[in-house]
């Protein structure tokens, strides 16, 4: 016995690419068999017909003289001696491994030959590093039949569902012998049909075919010839492999293993052995538990060298999962180790043997039959042998089958003292098995303490395995138990490095860990309990976009309408730093949550609901989950009728809400019409009609936001229409009292926008356009005639303010939103259209003025009429016929008329080519006026469909801020409001009064109570609205 392979005629190199690998072992390289020595092999004699056909002479290693290096033909003093592997064959640097593609399939892998003596630390660390596989949770080693046999179609179909569910669930390697033919065969077709119907986020199925390499058919075309040859082309030509095998073209990747020998089968099987023993002992850390990666031997039909694989890995303490219906051995197994354990005899054992071996049995040895019987009777060791039937036993899959053999071969170590229940538990979570855990490890015999899953629940969080942390919270995990200083830190270290918050993190977990632990209360220097440990944990998840687990999470909290809506606003950060985020089934899963929450509270309570709206939270930085959602900007939840019936009683203030607004606008214009019954009021205390408290009425009337707004809108309009009458009629040099009167009422303004200014306020569009619209005017008071033209501007902007009262209406107010959008596609679009504006102008310009000097009139020419072109004005002297020298400047000297045309002095006809400047301005009103201008159109209608889809949703939107706006601002409307100014200084500044108003929607300040007293306002003894 020896090593194989067709050799070139010169001793074989190692490729430029492959030092890396050699380097895998500072001793041992990577290497292929080369002959040194041709011996006649003593078997020839038996094969007279093959010597007589082929007129060929076969070495011992079973390649022919031609295929071995010249020097090993030449007489030695080694020839008429046994034959012998180690000093007849000898090593050389690997000439076969890389990419390999399968011709006409479209299948690709990666392979090497390697040395039968290759450490498998070489190996392992070849497949890991520079494979780029990662290290399994599980080693499935296939063995059985190596010809082609059969199966029932329901039994195939199970067993190849069962063990790629198995391998893609757990991270499994499958271990095969790599050909196309019998087990290996199945498994690869099993991986086929899995890769056609899965979807590219399931991952790829490792599948490691060790094969030998001088068995393996065309395995000429994978050496490496020449640089640049590769991936290496393999085809499967399986009609003409003979007593060779072809590789599989389902597997991923190879190792063919070289002795040297041609055509000689189980070459592999030692090193097999030892790699499969050297990976179950490797270990494999995730989430702060390490486990050592179990093997499992998966049997399907099989002669006697797979009961032999079979015997080695029971005695070696491996479990083996035998396929009963598969054939052969694995039936013998089954029948055998279904019998009680007293019926298992040797009669038994050989009359099973008899059964499925019926031909080869007959002619068996003695020895061989005492053999077999002897390898079978390890069917006695049932904590290490388990048989899948079909439909029996509970048993659905194979999967179910492998892993319920790990655990019960785990089960059956004595660790301790006790079962070893924990590392049953890791193995679970490892391979990613909930069904496996609730079925085989919580189960009566064994009663978890809460503090013994804590460290799975670890490694659950950060293996993201959101099953397992809500299998562990089911099984008594408390949160605020198991989340500790230490516990956050952990997490915080071991954050996903695809996380945006990846390096900020790092950075500050690593330079101020103190200052982070100072926020935590300890007892005797050890962190007891965070402060709130379920928030913290939500926000690690959220942070990692890890959506089924802060929803688990979320689920655990008492506020789960302000989780909901921190939810959204850690969504909306996420989306605006470019995180792949906001995906729109999380984001409808979330709201529907948070909104079926809210509504069951609304139903059953309506007060009590809109009281949560406005509760301060004091985990998530005393604002209010109403705050969080307008912050997060979830138009959906701020939409619900609940959350519109709460605005809608502020916009009212102490009014009913079904007053009409014809009434409140009658009653602004004649207040005493309040004591008529006209305006009913929810304050009890307003419905008294005692002359002691006349003022009430009043006072509740003119603090509605309601009142408020329409006050504003009316003094709004006068001072327009006095603004615009300055303007027009009354602008003198000195200015007049109407002028005063404009710049008083604006001071007004302007004391009310320095109001806001404690708040929120550059963050609001239409604050931006007040502050521009003052400055404006502050400007046009210091000059005159400019100054008029300075303040005829600012009166635009001015009218343009009045948009905002619009969105009160839930018609036109989604129309604002639809107008700004519309103007960052004029933006944009005007770019485009600047390109062919710019190009045209400048080229009119050159062919028809010469030497044009004067910058205003060239800006007139090149952009101005341009532009005025696309609009229908058409430009004068275009074509020489239209235009005459009283509307221009022969040399330009006339500042006020252009400079006229290129002409020819004697024939009195335009210099210019009247012909390219038609086509030009054809040209131009093409691409403009039909081209261009229907894009835009088109980005207009789309805006619109946008905007138009999401009307109400939209309208109810920006309604919040609106009332904001007015539930916060004095009653008393411009230039009046000075004296609610004076008055609120008075009263909060000199004498210290605090407010007393409801604050539904201020912002909480540091001292603000638990429940804001906005339902206080309204909601004490507010029950109808009869008067």
Not at 64 to 75: F, M, N
Not at 229 to 248: K, V
Not at 466 to 493: A, C, I, M, S
Not at 605 to 621: F, H, I, Y
């Amino acid at each position: 016995p020896s090593h194989p392979h067709p050799l070139p005629s010169s001793p074989s190199t190692t490729p430029s690419s492959f030092p890396r690998v050699r380097s895998l072992s500072c001793s041992v390289s990577l290497s292929d068999i080369s002959h040194s020595f041709f011996l006649l092999s003593p078997l020839f004699p038996l094969f007279p017909l093959y010597w007589v056909i082929s007129m060929k002479v076969v070495c011992e290693c079973g390649y022919t003289r031609q295929q071995h290096l010249e020097e090993a033909t030449r007489p030695h003093t080694l020839q008429g001696k046994d034959w012998d592997p180690k000093k007849h064959v000898q090593e050389m640097p690997t000439d076969a491994f890389g990419d390999i593609v399968f011709t006409g399939l479209g299948q690709k892998g990666k392979y090497v030959r390697l040395s039968q003596d290759t450490p498998s630390s070489v190996i392992y660390h070849l497949m890991t590093q520079y494979w780029g596989l990662d290290v399994p949770n599980l080693l499935i080693s296939v063995t059985g039949g190596a010809k082609d046999f059969n199966m029932k179609p329901r039994l195939k179909s199970i067993f190849r569902r069962g063990l790629v569910k198995v391998a893609q669930t757990t991270g499994a390697w499958i271990i095969t012998g790599g050909s196309h033919t019998g087990v290996m065969k199945q498994v690869g077709e099993a991986v086929r049909d899995f890769t056609l119907s899965s979807s590219y986020n399931e991952g790829e199925v490792v599948t490691v075919g060790i094969a030998t390499w001088g068995t393996v058919h065309n395995r000429e075309a994978l050496i490496r010839s020449a640089v640049g040859s590769f991936p290496a082309e393999y085809i499967m030509d399986e009609e003409g492999q003979g007593h060779l095998t072809c590789l599989d073209s389902n597997h991923s990747h190879f190792i063919l293993v070289d002795d040297g020998t041609h055509g000689r089968y189980g070459v592999e099987i030692p090193l097999r052995t030892k790699l499969e023993k050297f990976i179950s002992e490797q270990t494999k850390e995730k989430g702060g538990v390490a486990i050592k990666i179990p093997v499992v031997c998966v049997v399907l039909e099989g002669g006697p060298g797979t009961l032999h694989t079979i015997y080695n890995a029971i005695t070696n303490g491996t479990p083996c999962v035998v396929v009963e219906g598969s054939g052969r051995v694995a039936d013998v197994i089954a029948q055998v180790a279904g019998l009680p354990t007293g019926e298992i005899t040797i009669a038994r054992i050989q009359q099973a043997l008899s059964v499925f071996f019926r031909e080869m049995f007959e002619t068996l040895p003695e020895s061989s039959v005492v053999e077999w019987t002897k390898k079978v009777n390890i069917v006695r060791r049932r904590q290490l042998l388990t048989v899948f039937r079909e439909g029996k036993d509970g048993q659905q899959d194979v999967d179910v089958a492998i892993l319920q053999a790990l655990l019960k071969a785990s089960r059956s170590h004595d660790y301790f003292g006790h079962e070893n229940w924990d590392h049953q538990l890791k193995l679970a979570v490892a391979w990613n098995r909930v069904d496996i855990a609730r079925s085989e490890i919580f189960s009566d015999e064994r009663q978890w303490k809460p503090s013994e899953l804590h460290p799975v629940m670890m490694a659950a969080l950060i293996s993201n395995k959101p099953e397992f942390v809500k299998l562990f919270l089911e099984n008594g995990v408390r949160l605020k138990e198991f989340v500790t200083w230490d516990t956050l830190l952990h997490l915080y270290q071991h954050l996903d490095p695809s996380c945006l918050f990846h390096s900020k993190l790092q950075k500050v977990l690593a330079e101020e860990p103190e200052r982070l632990r100072s926020l935590y209360k300890r007892s005797s220097g050890h962190v007891a309990f965070t402060m709130d440990p379920v928030r913290d944990l939500l926000i690690w998840a959220i942070v990692q976009n890890r959506r089924e687990l802060a929803e688990i999470i979320w689920a655990q909290v008492t506020g789960s309408v302000s989780q909901h809506a921190w939810l959204r606003v850690g969504q909306r950060w996420g989306s605006s730093q470019g995180g792949n985020v906001a995906r729109k089934p999380s984001a409808n899963s979330r709201w529907k949550r948070g909104a079926r929450v809210f509504t069951e509270c609304h139903r059953k309570d309506e007060e009590r609901a809109q009281k949560l709206l406005t509760r301060v939270s004091e985990a998530w930085g005393r604002t209010t989950c109403l705050q969080l959602a307008l912050k997060a900007e979830d138009m959906k939840f701020v939409s619900h009728g609940g959350i519109q019936a709460f605005l809608t009683k502020v916009w009212w203030g102490q009014l009913c809400v079904d007053n009409g607004l014809w009434r409140v606008i009658l009653c602004m214009v004649a207040f005493p019409l309040l004591y008529t019954g006209l305006i009913t009021f929810r304050c009890q205390r307003c419905r008294v009609l005692q002359a002691t408290k006349g003022l009430l009425r009043v006072r509740a009337f003119f603090n509605a936001p309601v009142v408020i707004f329409h006050l504003n809108i009316l003094s709004y309009f006068a001072f327009l229409c006095l603004f615009a009458y300055v303007l027009m009629v009354d602008f003198q040099p000195t200015p007049s009292w109407c002028e005063y009167l404009i710049y008083f009422w604006l001071f007004s303004l302007v004391c009310e926008e320095l109001r806001q200014v404690a708040l929120l306020y550059f963050s609001d569009f239409w604050n931006k356009l007040d502050i521009g619209a003052i400055l404006l005017f502050a400007a046009g008071l210091r000059l005159l005639y400019p100054g008029r033209v300075i303040l005829s501007l600012d009166f635009i902007m001015f009218c343009l303010r009045l948009m905002h009262i619009f969105t009160v209406s839930k018609t036109l107010g989604p129309k604002i939103i639809i107008v700004k959008r519309m103007m960052k596609d004029v933006f944009f679009f005007l770019f485009l259209l600047a390109v062919w504006v710019v190009s045209f102008g400048v080229a009119k310009q050159a062919i028809l003025i010469h030497n044009e000097s004067r910058v205003d009139w060239i800006f007139r020419g090149v952009i101005y009429q341009s532009y005025l072109t696309i609009f229908g004005q058409m430009p004068a002297y275009i074509d020489g016929r239209t235009g005459g020298l009283d509307q221009c400047s022969p040399n330009g000297t006339d500042p006020y008329k252009p400079k006229c045309p290129e002409s020819d002095a004697i024939r009195h006809e335009p210099a210019f080519p009247e012909w390219l400047t038609v086509i030009l301005l054809c040209l131009y009103l093409l691409f403009t006026n039909i081209l261009l201008l229907n894009l835009l159109i088109a980005m207009f209608n789309y805006t619109f469909q946008q905007v138009q889809e999401h009307t109400d949703q939209i309208w109810k939107f920006q309604r919040h801020d609106l009332i904001e706006e007015y539930h916060g601002r004095p009653p008393a409307p411009p230039p009046f409001i000075l004296l609610s100014h004076l008055h609120l200084f008075i009263k909060r500044v000199v004498l210290k009064i605090p407010a007393k108003r409801h604050k539904q929607l201020s912002k909480p300040t540091l001292h603000a109570p638990s429940v804001l007293s906005a339902v206080s306002g309204y909601g004490r003894g507010e029950h109808g609205c009869s008067f």
